[in-house]
């Protein structure tokens, strides 16, 4: 689909804005007469927000308007400074992000009831899922009539998830490990720890990477 912009400065503005909400990372860059309207921009949408929904938003952080964001009363999103989350994410809280984290584009967290937490320096490749919660299987009941469990999921300080990755409920990744992109992790991963595969297995350690 194209837009029609008379202005070509209108026109160049709305890719610009696309641009930086698939690649957030650029924003934390940008040229003085380029920050001026993306701050203005993003202060409007993130006032917005955080008047519909229970979100706490640090400083200098950026949220695409193409990201969902739904945290009802006691299913809060607390962002902290310095991080993004670029576009077509969908977060349902609880889930905290530290400082500077990145939750780069079609990343999907659902906090269930014990929340997602995501600690400074994080770095979630696109396509990650991770789900704080599981159905109950017994089969005398259908999935959806019996009750969830929740125990919560929870990623260190300066983690590296690859693109795809999958980390199912009651998981926590260690500070400083690295899981490669498509695995699925079902097991905690010790700090310094690579991972890959399904389900993810050790193949090395980041102190010995020169
Ligand atoms: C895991 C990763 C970081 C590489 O780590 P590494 O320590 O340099 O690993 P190597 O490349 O030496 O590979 C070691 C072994 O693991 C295998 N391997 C590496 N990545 C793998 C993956 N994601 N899934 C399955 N196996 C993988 C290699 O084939 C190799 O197997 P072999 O010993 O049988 O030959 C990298 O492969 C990866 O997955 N990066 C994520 C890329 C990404 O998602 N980028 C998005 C931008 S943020």
Redesign the pocket.
């Known amino acids: 689909m194209t837009t029609e912009f008379s202005d070509p400065l209108l026109k160049y503005r709305e890719q610009h804005k696309k641009r930086l909400s698939y690649m957030p990372w650029l924003y934390f860059s940008l040229k003085p007469k380029h920050l001026a309207w993306a701050q203005a921009w993003q202060q409007e949408y993130q006032d917005y927000l955080c008047s519909v929904e229970s979100i706490q938003i640090g400083k200098n952080c950026f949220i695409s308007p193409d990201a969902q964001l739904f945290a009802e009363p006691n299913r809060d999103i607390i962002i902290g400074d310095g991080s993004f989350i670029a576009a077509d994410c969908v977060l349902h809280g609880p889930i905290t992000l530290g400082k500077n984290v990145a939750l ?1 584009h079609h990343c999907t967290l659902d906090g269930g009831r014990m929340g997602i937490h995501i600690s400074d320096n994080a ?1 979630l ?2 396509y990650c899922h991770l789900y704080a919660f599981n159905h109950g299987m017994k089969l005398d009941y259908t999935i959806h009539e019996q009750a969830v469990s929740s125990h919560g999921i929870v990623i260190g300080q300066d983690v ?1 998830l ?4 999958g980390i199912v409920d009651g998981v926590t990744i260690h500070d400083y490990a ?6 699925t992790v079902t097991r905690d991963v010790a700090s310094y720890a ?1 991972v ?2 399904n389900p993810a297995k050790k ?2 350690d980041r102190r010995d ?1 020169k």
Do not use: Y
């Open positions: 780069n770095r490749a696109a590296w690859g693109a795809s990755v690295v899981v490669g992109m498509d695995s690579i890959v595969g193949i090395g990477k």
